[in-house]
Every structure is written in C-alpha cells, then in structure tokens.
C-alpha cells in the first residue's frame, strides 16, 4: 500500500477535544470506537476528565504510548493548527480536522485554513478535511468519525471504498447501498480538502487490495490532472469508480460553493474527463446503488448488445425504450438460438429480440424448456449481455428462476441483470440465490438499461487503455507530455516571445507547425496593387489583419466572394475604411486574400486553459443555433484520434457529418485527426497559450479533408 | 357512477372456464375470491366439476342465480365469442376475457379478435381485454383476475385507481408502490383493449367517489381524443393521472408491438396530449411511486419557486442541480425570512437559499429554534413549495424532525416533500409521522426535485383549464368544434372540391383564409412581359407554380434576390427550361413574384393527421440542423395562444426569439397568434385536409408580425 496505509488502517487513534457530551463530535468517537470493537490504541485526550467511554483520558497528546497513526481533532478552528504541531512532535503523521469555520465561513475561516496547511506542509502531518465527518474502515471497525457516520446502520464489511466531498448527503448514499446489501471497506469523507486530496485517496484505494470497488460524491477538484491520473489508475487496475458529481449548473454550482467552497468549475469539462478515465459517472443515488451492485458481478461486456428475455412484455417494451435512448442495441438473434427458443417455449411466445414467454412462467409441461432459452440467448453471438424481465412473477417462479439464471451464470462469462418488482419480503428464495450467484436485481428495466449501458461504455473504456501503445504521443501523454518542443515549434512559426492575441496569419502559421491545414492565404498589403493579385484563385476572400481586432465580420473587415483583382482593389479600400471608422486605435499589418471553400460543413474547435484540468479542446458545429443549443463536446487535452472521432460522436448533430438531406459525407478521418493535433498543440504550448479559436474549421466530402478558414490564438 | 359501475363493483362473478388446477387462471380467480372474502356471488361454470375452491360448479352460465354482473372468460380464444352470447342471454352486462392468442398472435387471432367485438356489439356485453390479467376492486375483495393480481402482496385499500395495458410490468408498479405504503381502490389490466379502453376506465375513475389518483401504463391509444377527453375530465375533476408510456422509440415500439399490438403513434403527439390535458408522465417505476406519494398529500404548489432548508449542502447542491435543469426555482428570500433565519439557526448556518443548517440539528441550545426557520422559508411569500433536506439525518434527529415539520405543514397549504436516506427500519417514528401528516418522505434529492418540478406543472395545467372562457373558441373546442364553417371557407378562397396538393398560391389562399399573414405575391405568366413587372417590390424572389410540384428549388423552380424586370424575365426563361428539364409531366400554372423577406427568423409549422390524434400541429426553426436535432415541438389541434406560447418556449433553441448574438427579439405575439390560427385552420378542416407545411414562416422582430413565405396543403 501507499502513503496512506496508516491513514486508512490505523493501529491507535487519539482524538483530541475528547468529551462527555453526547452531541459532540470528541465524544461520538469515542463511542464509536468502544461500540465497534476497535483493536487498536485509543487515546482521548482532555485535561478535565480521568476517562470517557471506558478509556484513560490524557493531559495532551504528548502522553500517548504505544501505536498511534491518526489525531482527530474535535476542537475549534482556531486551535486546530496548534494540535497538528503537536502531532508532529509526537510522531502522529495522520490527522482527521471534524470541525467548520475554515474556508467555507468567510475571510477568517480561510485564513485558518491557509494557516492548518502551512503548518501541515512544515511538519509533515496529512489531514483529512476540514469540514468533515471523518473516516471509517469497516473491516478494521476503525471510527475516526462523527455524526452520521457513527449512526446506525452498522455497515458491513465488504469490497467497496468511499470517499464523499459532501458527508450528509454521501452517507444517505452509504445508507442506501447499505441497506441494498452492499459491504464496505473504508468510508472517507473529505470535506474542504484542504490537504488530503480525493484523488488522493482514490490512489489510496488502488492500492489497497481489499477494495473492489470505489464510489464518490465530488462536488470540485483543485487539480483535475491530478484526479485523472488517480481515475486512469483505478481503470488500469480494474476496480471501478462509480461517482455522483453535483454542482453543475448555475443553481447548483451556488448551492455547492456555499457548503465547501470546493471550485466546481465547468461541469462539460469534468464530464469530458470522466469519459477519458472510464469513470461511471451516475446522477443518482439509486443509480448508484444499481451500478455498484452490477459492478460487484465483476462481469463487463464485450459490446453494447444486450438479448432480453422475459414474461412481460412491457417491460421489454420499457427496456427497448430505454436502450434506444442509451445507445444499447437488441440484435437479431442468430439462426441457432432462434431454433432453440422455437423448440423450448410455449407455443404464444415472442420468438424475436426482446423475447416474450408471456405468463405461466415456469409452466411444467412437455417440450417447453425454460433454461435451455435463457441459455440460447446468452450464448448467442450477437449477444454481450442478458437482459431477464421478471417483472412481477411471483415468489415460486423467481425461486425457479434464480436456480436456472444461477447455472446459466455460471456457464457464462457475459454480465446478466434482472429486473423483478419483488422486494426480499416478497421473493426471499429467489433473490438469495440471484445475489449468492452475483446477478444484480433492479427495481425497473429502465434502470437494467442504464446499468448495462454504463456497463458497456466501462468496458469500452478499460479496452481503449489497453489499446494505447506506449509509443502513441498523444494518447500517452496525458501525465508525460507529447515530446513536443513548445518553443522550438514557436521559434520556426516566428512567433517566438510573441505575448498577447496574434492576428490571423500567425495564429494560422502556429495551427500550420502542428500539422492542422489552414487555407493557402496571401498577405497583401494595405493597399494592394494589381500586381499583388496576380496568381490569386478567385474568388476570394478578403479579410483585414491586426492583433487588435478578433472579431473581423463585426466591424465590416471581412468581405467574400471577391471574383476579380478589380474587384479586390475595391474591396481593400472600403475594408480598410471601415475598419479605421470603427476602430481608430487599432494597429492594421494588411490585408489577407484566401480562397472560398464552398460545399463543407463549418465546424470550430476551441481551446481553453481550464482553471483546474488545464488545457481542454471544444469541439461543435457553426452557426448561432449550434451555439445556442450548446450542442458542443469536450476532450482534456492531448488525446488521439480515437477519442476525437469519439468527440464527434458525442454532438447531437452527428448526423450531419454522415450527411442528410442530399448533402455528401463528410471527411470525419481528418477531423478526427486534426482535433488530436488541436489537442498536442493545446498540451505542447499549455504554458504559453491562454486560449485558441479555429473557427470556421471547414470539413469538406469524404477524401478531400478539413481546412482552417480562420484562427485567433491568445499568448501569454 | 357511470357505465362501468358494475364492471368496478361487482355483485356477483361467474368464472367460465372454471378449473381445479392452480397453474389455470380458471383456479386462480375462484382461489381468490375464497382467499380474500369477496361477499358477492360466486359462480364457477365447468359441467366437469360439482364444486371448486369450495363454491358450487355449474354446467352454464345459464344456471347462474342470483345478481351476476362479470363473466371472467378462461377458455381458449375459439371459444370465446360464445361465452359473450351466452353471457347476454343470462343479462350477464360484462365480460374479462382472460387468454390471449387474438390480435397479438397474427392473422387468425386478429380475426378471432373481430368476431368477439362484433359479437360484443350485437349483445350489448362490454368485456376487458383480451389478453389481460382481469380486474380487482381492493375495497370489495372483488377478484376477476388472475396471475401477479391475485399473488402477494395483498394491497391495502386507499385511493389510488389503477388501469395497465401491461399487465406483468404495470402488477410491478403496483406492488412497488404498494410496498412503499400506498392503498388502492381498483387494478384494472386493459390488454388487447379490444372493446374496453384505457380511455372508458379513466372515465369510469373520475366518476368513483373513491378514487382520488390514477396510474396508468399505456403503450399506445386507438382513439387520442378519447383519450384526450378522459384526461381532461381528470384534470377538471382535480383526480391528476399519473402515467408511464412505452414503446416512444424505434426499438421500444419494435417490443410494444410484438406484445399487446396496441397502437403506439409518435410519442411527439403523445407527449403534447399529455401536457395539454395535465397528465403526470412520468419515466419509471420509482418516479410514480414517488409522484403517488406526493398527490396523496392533496397540496398542489402555486408556481415553481422552491424554497429548500436542511443539514447537507450536498443534497442541497444535489436538489438545485436538478431544480435547474427541470424548470424549478430557488429564489432569494424576503427580508423577514432571512431575518428569522438569522435569528433562529446555528452561527455557521448558510442563511440563503438553499438554507443549510450544517450538521447536529437539532442541537438543543438557547437561541436555536429550527422550527421557526423551516415556518420563515415555507411563509416566504417567494415560496411556492418546501423541500426539505434530511439526507442521513439519523432516528432521534427525523423524529423530532417529523413532529416539527407535522406542526409546520399543519400551519400551510404549500406542498412540502421530504428527502431522507433513511427507510422504516432506520427511523420508523419520523417517517411515521411523516406519512401521518401527508408529508412524502422520497429517497434522493433529485426525485424530490423531479417530483416538485411534475407537482408544479400540473398545478399549471389545472389553472390553464380553470382559465378557459367557454367562448374561447380555439381552446374550449376540442370536443366541440371550433364554430368555423370549413366548407365555406374553401368555397371563399376558391377551393371547395379541390383535392391532391395545392399548388403555392391556392395553399398561401388558404392559410390566409384563417388570417395567417402571407407574403403579397403576384402570380404571373410562364412568359411574363416586362407590363406584367410594373410595381413589383423589387427585389423578389421568383417560383414555378405547379400542382404537381411540392420541392421546388430542388428542381431549379426558385430564384432569390432579383432586382429588375429586365432579370425577372431572365430568371422566368431559365426556371421554366430548368423545371420542364427535371419533371416533363408537370403541369405549370405560371410563376409567383413574391418579395424578399430580411432579417427575420426563419420557422416552420406543420399540419399532420395523426391517426390517433387526428390534426396535431407542429413547430420548429428552419434549416438542416433543426431538422437533424428533432428540435420541433407539437400540439394536438386546435388550441388558444397561450398553448401556442407554451408550445414555442418548449423549443431548446428557444433563446433565439429572445434575440442572440445582436440580434432583435422576435415577435412571439404575433407567432403565438398565428400558431393558433394554424391549429383553428388543421381542426376545421380535418376531414379535408391530409397535411399542410408552411415553410418558412419567418418572425420579424417585436411588433412587425410573422410573413409565411411558402405553403403547400395536400386536401383528400
């Protein structure tokens, strides 16, 4: 294990601020640690009492003898810094800070909290915190804990590790999946995080061996490369990260930054990095619950093709509405199992992809063989995973049917969930054996359908890391760097130790050095003669050049469709004069003459330099109604063509790139490709670039490529 | 009550088909009605048995004695259509028809199907399903059914009526929300609906004293404006419907079909039907449990403003998320709320909207009054509804929590819905008090956000309903006809008998005809004189008229932006070549001078025959990829401008008649006003005209009116 190995498995816990009262936090350890059975040292420490809870009180923590790796600290704000001091001096390397009033309070609290950390990095003391309820290992029935974590129920042990940005409402979570039958392994919440970090206790529990599985609540990350690396890790590794992120809309973003003062910046952003680490990401409790508990199967599909089997229906009906909406498909079955299902259900049933054997289930009669049908479809090629509709079929037949699923299980390495509207009081049989042969039990079959459709894009996402060769700069590069020579690459663009906004020929030269095609332009100058024309591919396009001005169009610089030099000598004169009409001050270098690309689709690509992940590269259609629907996709940069092409198919606008209405196929090969070079450009210059717009990018038919019609990027 | 009085209520039940094997629905009903004490008459018909489950057996139905009101029919499909004759004969008024192998099952089904209903018909006898499950009414113990209805868990009587087209998955919904507390009054499972509609027994539910909500799962509807009437009946009757659709997508619908061979239409239509008539749709099982839960309670909020108090502000930020992203509020509070809250909360307490009273509530300490702060936020007069957040609040804390909030609800007539992660075995006095006090306690802060958010729309609806003048003619005429005599109106525009597609000028004729601004055009000859061009508006856009021609600038037929009648004969000399070129058999009736239309928003509206729905009117933004996002929105014809309104803002790209990007807001008045219009138009003559498009309707900006620039109707 990692640094945190005493953190999360302690031999001896002191807690400081220790009480007798009841309600306070210093006391409910206490009674927790006792109720619980901890084996370790534990040491409260308060002057004013002899004991509390059963245990020897101490003057100050420079008493305690024996194994002591975690200090909670159950005192106000102002104190608590002192105490890590004191940690320091008694070789205590972990402490967990309970109480409010750092930097969700205000300017005071803050300044606190600035001070904890300080002190902190000089000593070498970790904290948990502040803000928070604590830590909990199950297995090891350590409390470092107050409040709702110490509150029945009493969890079980198991393989599933927590860490919660919000403690009340991620153990309503806990809770829930508690109540579900899940086990746990260790409970983290982690408040303000001032120190300890999420994504560090992520990396925590990847090397923890006990755990399977890790569920978070996050509201913010400080350092989103940081919380990347830790979701790659756990991927890598194969223990899933299921998570509830909140705080992303403007609502909620308010709400969240009132509570922990965590940053939560762009929710586009975080989700675009969820996707690049395969991390589950779930909008609610009871999905959350539903994935842990399909997680725990430790089955992932092959594909995104599911075969659905059952005695109702409408809730294949439910099902199939459900897996159009997430992406899953119902193949056609193939010839073999279409035969089998033919031999071995009742003569009413639906013989097609979802599979109806309609009431009766299990009817005891001669050539009707339930298994054999459930076996047939899961065998099947097509298929990736089973899908079973129970519904409402009664406690005998979901007894009958979970020894069948249970031989069916285990013949197959496919994931198979159930859907049943039985809770345990009603099918207690049947849904032991269901979850003794680990096949998850869902409450609805719009709930089995998002499950496995997360299912699927997990394992998309554990294939796509194994895919990526070391060599591979982009892909690989995420923590490396691409092996790009940022100012090599500027010096040869001649724009070495430029600072600010470029104008359009250079902006254009700097996307040009990474590969990204850009039209063939001709700078001329302000008042061009007909000599300048020559060699021209009329009709162009006629656009002004200043590093003063980004938006040309609005103050009359640009002007299309010029079709002779005539007409362009024409054109540079109203240009120039309208442009100095509107903006006096700007500095004007010329003019730039480029060709009209008729006949593509007008896309833009952005990059912006995320206050948390850095650079992230945007990705959407042209026009104002693109924009208005915010109809655009995100990536955190770099990232190969494979994510790109991935990008592409996130837009609810796909289509248009297959081409509708007559119009031809796009060329969506070098699109992807040159939104990965956007994305080493992004990574390689994250130093120097501010922010960067190609737009239009023009995205011609099949073959014939994209072109870069217009660039505007920002130095610093 | 109504018709189906008895057909709910039965004094005696007749089972023909009556057997002593418990896997027979013929056992399973007699089984039930002995089981659950029904008080009625009990006649099994076998002349094979003397007696079964206990009652005496009899040869036919004949011999039944006594009041008898429901035949259930077990036999095979044959025989069906002879039990309803002999049901007749006996005055038996209903029949549950049990066994499928009808319409679902083919061609010879489908036939089998034909002759129940024309028997039917003949008799007078009106039977439920076939292919179904039967019906229950839970207060009378009055069991016609089989399968999943007669299994555990017996339901409690209360005040939920429910009818499923499906019975396996909707039993599922029913015995989830029964687990979770709620009481029913009738389970009525429609399938095939070959006589009896979902339609007739909603009808039949408004009419009961009894029932206070309806559930409902539907897969499609025969007669939409059946369905319509039902609903609004509901709506009126202040008895919301709560209800679950399937088969909305291409997959779903493949499974619908295949199951019930119910109708399923476009979901677009259905999705306006609901919102029109005030029906609670809701997506999955949890959703209308929780949405039961939350009418029971009787209290339906004024607006959408929410106020939210708790300890998590992770459920908090949880709650505002989904608050913004379906439509609810979270508004600042008066002065006097904010005052009370600052009086009456711990010092770290968030005191703005969402109140976050951080952990240890409820702390016992002077100066603390919790209760004062959950009376401020719900007497807030920006308040329309409570959220309350417990989150893993523990057993002590909801108790005394729930007597708090029992006080508080008492004291208001605003909906008040309680999150808590906690189930019965966890805090079972809390959650008791609770539910005695009406107060839903849901399980995650987004349903409860979901939940408010439905509660607030129906509130909506319902006031849209009280608001209706009768002498709206649009709005209140669903059922009645708009008052418009189409025939005469055909004749005044010079189109009574004409059938096919109207060419441009017949179809701008037309519209116009129902007051929809058109451009000014002028139609000219296929070889117009420069005499012909005197006074046209230059400059104009030029188009072929031709009945025979619905896409005319696919085929050279339109020519924008011409600014002389020396062009304007130009252009007509290359039109018509290009469009005798591309479509020789067309017929060409001259050529349309119509002006240019700038700077205005380009929209289109359509008119389709649905033939569930009849008439539905649907909207959207011009352009391709409008088109490909499906951004459009509909209405069931006709309706009042404030549905028109309502119908524009439902558009993702709504903000763009708010005005973008520098532009000018357009004029939704005016475009409400003639969306109305469209819809008066499509009712009036909805047994003449098959579909009509009117693309593009361009909206200029405030106060200059809308302009439909093409239109083409197709009459039968």
Redesign the interface.
Known sequence: MGAFERLLDPRGIAVVGASIEA?RPGNQTLVALKENGYAGGVYPVNPKYPEIAGYRCLASLAQVEGDCDIAVIALPAPQVAGVLRECAARGIRHAVVLG??FR??GAGGAALEGELQATARASGVRFIGPNC?GLVNVHARAYAAW??LT???RLAPGPVSVV??????????V??AA?AGVGFRHVVTSGNEADVSTAEIIDAYVDDPGTRVILS?L?GVADGRRFMAAARRALAAGKPLVL?K???????????Q???ANMTGEYDVYRAAFRQCGVIEV????AAVDMVACLLGGRLPAGNRVG?IG???????????????CGL??PAFAAATAEALQASLPP?S?L?N?V?Y???FP??QAGLDFERAFQAVIDDPQVDQLAV?F?????RQVAHGGELLARVAASSSKPLVV?????E??APEGLATLRAAGIPVL?????VALAMAKLAAHAGARRALADVRPASAAAGAVDAGTGVDAEAVLRSAGLAGHAGALDEAASKRLASAFGIPVTVDRLLPLEPSLADCEGLPFPVVLKIVSNDIAHKSDIGGVQLGIASPQALLQAARRIVADVRAARPDAALSGLLAAPMVEGALETLVGVVNDPGFGPVVAFG?G???????H?MSYRVAPFDAAQARSMIGEL??R??FDG??G?AAVDVDALADVLARVSVLAWSLRDRLLEMDINPLLVRPVGQGVVAVDALAVMR
């Open positions: 309600s409010g009033g969700e309070a309820l409040g709702s509150r029945p129920p919660l940005q919000s403690a009340s409402f991620g153990m309503s979570l809770i829930q109540q609540y509201e509830i909140a705080g992303n809309t403007v609502q909620g973003r308010r709400a969240a009132s509570h922990t909008d609610d409790v009871q659905v005695g109702s229906g409408g809730a294949a009906a439910m099902f199939a509405d459900q897996a159009d909406l498909e119902l009413l639906v097609r979802p109806d309609t009431a009766g009817r005891p509709m519904a409402a079929a009664g406690r859907f049943s509207g039985m809770d009081s009603l409450a609805s079959p719009k709930r259609l026009g104002v109604l693109a924009e208005v629907l109809d609810r606008a289509a248009l509708v209405r119009r």
